[in-house]
């Protein structure tokens, strides 16, 4: 496995509580089993899980102007908690093209801000 592509980001928790009172803010950028996942977790789980849509858009070097929608990126934990990336049409075959196979994903959050750091894997 070779590196691929790096991608980080930072977001304020009380900029994604704002926008999470729109329903078109979480009907965009979380798909449908996130909204379902988080519907009873704080706004630190929907931010930082937004800040790894952000991460992965970056990792792939296309963000949602590029063709990399928020909802075709999608993020969950695996049976033992850890987060892990999963993409949707049209990211998969973005990222298919350029070589991509995996992601390594970690979530960190303050009271304040939530961060993702993502990590794009894919043979040599």
């Known amino acids: ?5 790096c991608g980080v980001d930072l977001v304020e928790i009380a900029r994604i509580e704002k926008a999470l009172k729109r329903r ?10 996130e909204r ?6 704080r706004t630190q789980s929907w931010a930082a ?3 790894a849509k952000e991460a992965v858009m970056k990792a792939v070097g296309l963000g949602f102007r590029q063709g990399v929608p928020f909802g075709s990126i ?4 695996n ?6 990336v999963r993409l949707l049409q049209p990211a998969l075959d973005v990222a298919a ?3 991509i196979t995996r992601f390594v994903l970690s979530l960190s959050h303050t009271k304040e801000l939530a961060m993702a750091y993502v990590i794009a894997l894919g043979e040599e």
């Open 1 to 5: 496995m070779s590196v691929k592509g």
């Open 24 to 33: 078109s803010f979480r009907e965009t950028i979380y798909t449908e089993y």
């Open 74 to 77: 999608e993020i969950f934990t």
């Open 49 to 51: 899980r937004f800040a």
């Open 97 to 99: 093209d350029l070589g």
């Open 79 to 84: 049976s033992v908690g850890q987060p892990q």
């Open 36 to 41: 379902d996942d988080l519907k009873s977790r």
